[in-house]
């Protein structure tokens, strides 16, 4: 078996989806298939169930998909510990991140203190399916800051950035904008501005509802960045935390303290635990951890 086949089967893996695989390899469907079924006959063993065009990863390939990750983990690994011996480590730290702009005064504090170490920053959860976090590029990065709920399915290591308080935004002009905080059952006859249904934050906010004894009313669903902007003129309301308002992603709204029931989000630092870390990814590590720590 050769190295470019098992990369092909392990990206397969993990999409399930054959021309998804072809066109992230950069090959044909063809060669995909042509090449797993080699592999196959090799190993003298079926790694995926077919029905039609579906195919799934069975038990078989479940098992051998893991000890091939920490084949190709060990190789990088080994490529970033020889990289950092020889000073051409990587000056770039990859991040998903849940809501980027909630993060905007900690990465601009980090560059300050080290212009030297460049942040490639992505989105997570952005309301693609809920498999899209497993797939290559999420399972490559160095570091996630998200909620629990949101992360790949891979081998995690993590630490606590911060408790977010949860808020109700509205307008300034809005009947509930003079509270100075608020059960939201309060807002059960309200029309909501919502995440869309696929992400994480909608289900935990749709949850919150629920608690409170109620079904949203969904007016309008759209990403984190139109959200606040919609409140300005619409006489609806949003759940929000307290990271969005010190983001000044919700500047222009009113944000009011939601005291029953009591919840916040918790968000942290996330790292593969199989991932090799460079002093850089060390450096940032320690510099977020620290910064929410003061800031937050």
Not at 5 to 27: C, D, G, N, P, W
Not at 200 to 224: H, M, N, V, W
Request: charged fraction near 25%; hydrophobic fraction near 40%; include cysteine.
């Amino acid at each position: 078996m050769e190295l470019l086949q098992l990369k092909y089967f392990l990206e397969l893996s993990k999409t399930e989806h054959l021309r998804r695989t072809a066109e992230e390899m950069i090959v044909t469907p063809s060669a995909i298939s042509t090449s797993i079924s080699r592999l196959e006959n090799e190993l003298g063993v079926k790694l995926f169930d077919r029905d039609g065009r579906k195919i799934r990863l069975n038990e078989f390939g479940k098992t051998y998909a893991k000890y091939i990750q920490q084949m190709f983990d060990a190789l990088d690994n080994a490529n970033a510990s020889l990289n950092e011996l020889t000073n051409t480590e990587k000056t770039t730290i990859s991040v998903y991140a849940v809501n980027p702009f909630l993060w905007n005064n900690a990465l601009q504090a980090f560059r300050n203190t080290y212009p030297e170490i460049s942040v490639a920053l992505f989105a997570l959860d952005a309301g693609t399916d809920s498999t899209s976090a497993s797939s290559h590029s999420y399972s490559n990065a160095d570091f996630y800051l998200s909620a629990p709920d949101t992360m790949p399915d891979i081998e995690l290591e993590s630490e606590l950035l911060t408790h977010s308080e949860l808020l109700l935004a509205v307008s300034p002009n809005h009947w509930l904008a003079d509270r100075k905080s608020i059960s939201l059952s309060e807002a059960k006859d309200e029309w909501f501005i919502n995440s869309p249904h696929s992400t994480s934050f909608r289900k935990f906010c749709d949850d919150l509802c629920q608690s409170a004894g109620f079904t949203p009313k969904s007016s309008i669903e759209c990403d984190y960045v139109i959200r606040p902007r919609m409140l300005i003129n619409e006489n609806m309301v949003c759940i929000a935390t307290s990271l969005g308002r010190q983001s000044k992603l919700y500047d222009g709204t009113v944000m009011i303290p939601i005291v029953d029931p009591p919840a916040s989000r918790p968000f942290y630092i996330f790292w593969n635990k199989n991932r090799y870390q460079t002093k850089n990814a060390i450096a940032f590590k320690d510099f977020m951890v620290q910064y929410c720590k003061e800031n937050f």
